[in-house]
Each structure stands twice: as structure tokens, then as C-alpha cells.
């Protein structure tokens, strides 16, 4: 594990330390799901989502680089009830239905 670096300072806090977040941000960044990097570092998944919103925030308030840090997102499952919802919503506008 890489030393913590100064985003990690500022995307600490009192229960998650500079540490911790430097690990949640290199297993993200290896392509690991929120879940199992959650479950590796203690935290829940949304404790991560947070974490790794912090870090790029800090990252894009005090970075000169154009690098953008875009880990907090993943891809809808298949099937998943809002993107079923928006397709049959899409094939009754095309019907002509709304």
C-alpha cells in the first residue's frame, strides 16, 4: 500500500483515516465493486461511495491536473427496475403512447 497523500488528508475524517482512504482508493482503482472494497476496509457501501467523493473532491479543488476522478459511479445491473422503467417508457413514446 502506497503512503497516504495529501487528498487522502483532506478526505479523512474522525472515523476513517488518511490510511484507510489511500486503500479504498487503489482497490477501486484495481476495478473492485463498492461492495467488496466495503467489506475489505470495514465500511459499508455507501461509507466508500463517501470516501471516494471526498478524496476526488479534494483532489479536484486543489489538483493543477487535468486528471478527473470519476471511481464513485458504477453501472446499473441488468434489469435493474429505474432502467427497465426508462426502456418501457422509451417503447411507449415510440408507439406513440404518450
Do not use: N
Request: aromatic residues 6%.
Amino acid at each position: 500500500m502506497t503512503a497516504a497523500d495529501e487528498f487522502a488528508r483532506l478526505a479523512a475524517s474522525r472515523t476513517v483515516s488518511p490510511d484507510v482512504v489511500m486503500f479504498i482508493v487503489e482497490e477501486r482503482r484495481k476495478g473492485l465493486p463498492l461492495r467488496e472494497i466495503g467489506c475489505r476496509s470495514g465500511l459499508c457501501m455507501e461509507g466508500v461511495r463517501q470516501v471516494l467523493r471526498r478524496y476526488a473532491e479534494a483532489r479536484a479543488e486543489h489538483s493543477d491536473d487535468e486528471e478527473s476522478v470519476r471511481d464513485d459511479f458504477e453501472p446499473m445491473c441488468a434489469g435493474h427496475p429505474v432502467s427497465m422503467d426508462a426502456i418501457w417508457h422509451g417503447l411507449e413514446r415510440w408507439r406513440g403512447g404518450r
